[in-house]
């Protein structure tokens, strides 16, 4: 599922290719059968919180689009490319066209029902308007698990479970830990660790978490497009390997339906 990262690089690249413009919009299958409502109008912007986007064409005109675990978007300068797949919404310009299949939602909001959907959602780590004291507040109530309370949209917006297990390593932190035992101090670096991993992820459209000194071929500071795969991460799906930096093997386990990943050497209990 895409994280944080990937779904404001989609706001950021469809703002730059169709906001300001006046789109065609369509629904080849039939899979948003709305689409006709904004064939002809102009997109004003394209927003982004957390894992939602919303491509607004008016105050109560406003596409809400949710990835899921498998939607995808397809771009491209134009001609449109022949249809296929499930192909749920397409919009375009004279210049370039943009192609949704498979989110779990792509369907129209109000102005009061997109209200509402950012009323829900948590600080967002890639939003220069985000408070995140309500979060750490919340998370230092709870005895829930700190891997559970990380991945909770409701407390932190578009934090996926590679930046979860990631994060949570970075800090030394035991997934396991109940919230309440994680220090204010610990959560304001978890965060602070966030706002600089999930931009740079934005722009290099690759999650890199790893410091170069703890990369086995690390030769210094290298651009992160040419760090190994093997190498990307310290903990997320790497289990049964050893630790970069202890040696220790990686453990995964279930936690609220995804698989988390940690060191049991770097991130005791
Ligand atoms: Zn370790």
Redesign the pocket.
């Known amino acids: 599922m895409p994280e944080g990262n990937e779904i404001h690089r989609f706001a950021e690249r469809h703002a730059a290719a169709l906001a300001g413009k006046r789109l065609h919009v369509d629904s080849p299958n039939g899979g948003f059968p709305d689409a006709s409502l904004l064939n002809g109008r102009t997109l004003k912007l394209v927003e982004a919180y957390g894992k939602h986007l919303g491509y607004v064409f008016g105050k109560d005109l406003i596409v809400h689009v949710h990835l899921g675990m498998y939607g995808d978007f397809w771009e491209g300068k134009m001609p449109l490319p022949p249809e296929k797949g499930a192909l749920r919404l397409r919009m375009w310009t004279r210049t370039d066209w943009v192609e949704l299949r498979g989110a779990t939602d792509c369907s129209i909001f109000d102005s009061e029902k997109w209200a509402a959907l950012l009323a829900r959602l948590g600080a967002d780590p890639l939003r220069e308007d985000a408070d995140p004291e309500p979060a750490f507040a919340t998370i230092r109530k709870r005895k829930t698990a700190i891997g559970l309370l990380l991945m909770d949209q409701r407390i932190f917006a578009g934090i996926g479970n590679i930046f979860r297990a990631e994060l949570l390593?970075r800090a030394r932190i035991s997934p396991m830990r109940p919230g309440q035992e994680v220090s204010l101090a610990e959560l304001r670096s978890i965060w602070k660790d966030a706002c600089k991993l999930m931009p740079a992820a934005m722009e290099d459209r690759r999650i890199v978490t790893t410091r170069p000194k703890d990369r086995p071929h690390s030769r210094g500071t290298v651009p992160s497009e040419t760090v190994s795969d093997e190498e990307v991460h310290?903990v997320y799906r790497r289990h049964n390997k050893p630790?970069?930096?202890?040696?220790?093997t990686?453990k995964r386990q279930e936690m609220g339906g995804r698989t988390v990943y940690w060191?049991?050497?770097?991130?005791k209990a």
């Open positions: 390593y310290y630790c970069l930096v202890c040696g220790a990686i060191c049991p050497e770097c991130q």
